[in-house]
């Protein structure tokens, strides 16, 4: 047989199996998704010609265009519904249901809304809020905007979480009006009732929120500290519902039912009964935990599986996994976004390369299976979440089998307590008691020094030589040079990164994080790490030091701090000091919140790279009326004699003190104060320093207006390069020979990202 004809035979092959077929349309999905903009439809016309003529790939070719097409029209349909940009701040009327379990916090309830104009909606209901169940109708007036999110490297993108939850427009409650349409049925009204009885029955003790977790996956009520215990056992996994418990479910259900019905009738129809019932009980177990993605992709495996079942087939686990991708892609494309897809997915793909025919004991195959998944999922939690746990195996190797016995046991004891209150609250009190032992010595290990590790996140091309080596590593007896799996660890272990992420000795590189209305900046030279202001904390929880400039760090590797400077005392630019203190080591301080005031003429020299703060003197911060007016105010320099001037909240009338003592005060790059407001940039001022670039950190559509048009108008008559963090994210600032500036969300372009800017800007001014 001569080669094309062995080809197009293996090729034909290959388009009949479901594995290469999950390939193709996963890997088609994924590009499509992460384009920088929707596709215009003429590529699928032009994408249609190959198949005019007969060739071997083309049955694949065809999947990949429909698997593309599908994807562009599900991109279509979410743009079309997303809340216009323009209309940003405005107040309407909407009405709809509640759909999900709603977050009840003391001072507000955010709830999502399908709304009868065709949107789901995320709102926030923030005074006299009712208790709302799903289901219940809304009629309110609301102050809606497009789903807006910080945007920095390497953290959690909130608008491509709200793109894949279908969330069309975000906004809070001005007024509600009544309903006049009753409540709907849905399942999540059942978690809701359910969710209730178990904190009636359980209170608000330590495990009343990994039952609800386990039962209902609703994972609201789990703490902080608790979600730190589990990241650093990596135990994650067992509080989410996924293959692991739908897997168990069904699993005891079918051998149940089949020996149960064999007892009482011998013959096919105990076959019957019990895939019937491990199918219903599977369905209705991910029902409850609101179909998350993990067990969608476990019903769609434990349904082929039992299909398999009746017609006595044994059906390879790999075609059920590829199956169970490409039902999960089709019915949600947007699933590929989730770190929960990659992760699901490749945990169990990556099992079944482990699980193979080896000589020696039960146990010790086991340990092998265990120390090779966690060790194979490292690189995607590393990549994902900048964190990996060395404690996990031993950890999930106890507490993995405990799950097979205790995650039935927390549901028989919530049926019970539903059908029979006082006996499932006695059986609840005694889960809940177990449990709660059982986390105190998960607690002790987790406070272990060294149990968890923090490194830099790897490069793209570091992840894929990691899971290449791991392959090689564990791959089955005989494979030669094993060793090499080791080498092609290193990048990934050592946390080597891009070159755009170094800094050579005597540059400095300026990171204006996206913070909102607030201000954080990272100063960083080839071997040290200054913070200067670190961004806001507000009542609602949220702290910027502790969700974006200690997981920024962290993103780069980094876990100590040489100086943590704070400009003056104001929230916006000092709420996230503490977090920042207790997550990472900070060997200085100085500023507000610190012992040793900046004064000007202070100065020091890392990596030959000069700090010196020129604002205020003794004087100056002695005569200052409020916190803006005794605002440190930093200039930096650069070997090659490039400046950068962090200005805090300078006002106008300190800037006119400062040039008068500082008259050479100019500098490349100007971190305009106070957010841009109108009371500061003042003309004196931008003669003076008589910037290239100006950078502003402010909030989106906040509502002071910063930056104020005036303070814009100034800028742009000076012909002054503006980047602002509410529509750049992030911006990054290589000081050296030349000033380079980027800004985030156009360096790392995605289609749910509005606006779009230029690239980068180059100069040497």
Known sequence: MRFEQRLARAVRTLACDPRALAIVVVGVVAC????????????????????????????????????????????????????????????????????????????????????????????????????????????????????????NPGLFDYEAWSWRKNIAATGYIKHAFGCDDGAVWTVDRLRARLKDKLI?????????????????????????????????????HLVAISGLHIGLIAGWLYFITRWLVLRLRPGRWAEWAAVATAVAGAS?????????????????????????????????RSRLLALAAIIVVILWPAAILAPG????????????????????????????VQVGVVAGLMPFTLWFFGQASLIAPLVNAVLIPAAAIFVPAVLIACATAWVVPSLGAAILHVVAWVLAQGWVALAWIAGLPGMSTHLAVPGLAALVLALVGLIWLFAPRGMPARWLGVVLLGPTVLGWQPADQRVAPGHFMLSVLDVGQGAANVVRTARHTLIFD??????????????????????????????????????????????????????????????????AGQHWRWDGVTFRFVYPNAREAELAGSDNARSCVLRIT???GRHVLLTGDLAASQERALIRREPNIIADVLVVAHHGSATSSSDAFLNAVDPRYAL?????????????????????????????????????????????????????????QRPRWPVSYNSSH
């Open 200 to 236: 009636a029955t359980l209170g608000d003790g330590p495990a009343t929120g990994l039952i609800e977790a386990l039962a209902l996956g609703a994972r609201s009520d789990i703490t902080d500290t608790q979600w730190r215990v589990l990241r650093r056992t990596g135990t994650t």
């Open 32 to 151: 499509v998704y992460n384009w920088p903009h929707a596709l215009s439809w003429w590529w699928f016309v032009a994408a249609l010609f190959p198949m005019l003529w007969r060739w071997p790939g083309r049955v694949l070719w065809l999947v990949a265009v429909a698997a593309a097409c599908w994807a562009t029209w599900s991109i279509h349909a979410h743009q079309a519904r997303l809340w216009p940009t323009g209309h940003t701040g405005e107040i309407h009327r909407v009405v709809g249901y509640v759909v999900g379990l709603p977050e009840k916090l003391p001072w507000r309830t955010r709830f999502r809304l399908a709304g009868n104009n065709g949107r789901t909606m995320r709102l926030s209901w923030y005074q006299d809020a009712p208790d709302l169940k799903p289901g219940d109708c809304v009629d309110v007036r609301a102050k809606l905007k497009t789903p807006h999110g910080s945007a």
């Open 638 to 640: 650069s070997n090659g």
């Open 284 to 316: 209705g177990y991910a029902a409850l935990s609101g179909f998350a993605l993990p067990t969608e992709r476990a019903l769609v495996m434990v349904a082929a599986a039992m299909l398999g079942a009746l017609a006595l087939r044994s059906v390879e």
């Open 341 to 368: 897809f990659w992760l699901s997915f490749g945990a169990v793909a990556w099992l079944l390369y482990l699980i193979r025919p080896a000589a020696g004991s039960r146990w010790r195959q086991a340990l092998f």
């Open 696 to 752: 502003i950190s402010a909030g989106w559509h906040n509502r002071w207006g910063f930056p104020a048009s005036v303070v814009l108008h100034r800028l742009r008559a000076r012909n002054v390069q503006i980047a602002n963090t509410a529509t750049a994210g992030a911006i990054t600032v290589n000081v050296g020979e030349h000033v380079d500036v980027s800004r985030w969300r156009a360096v790392h372009r995605r289609l749910w």
């Open 534 to 599: 670190a961004g806001p904390a507000y009542r609602s929880g949220f702290n910027a030091g502790q969700a974006i400039v200690v997981p920024y760090l962290r993103y780069l590797g980094i876990n100590r701090v040489d100086a943590l400077a704070l400009s003056h005392g104001d929230r916006d630019h000092s709420g996230g000091a503490a977090a920042i203190r207790t997550a990472l080591d900070v060997r200085k301080r100085r500023g507000a919140q610190s012992q040793h005031p900046c004064r």
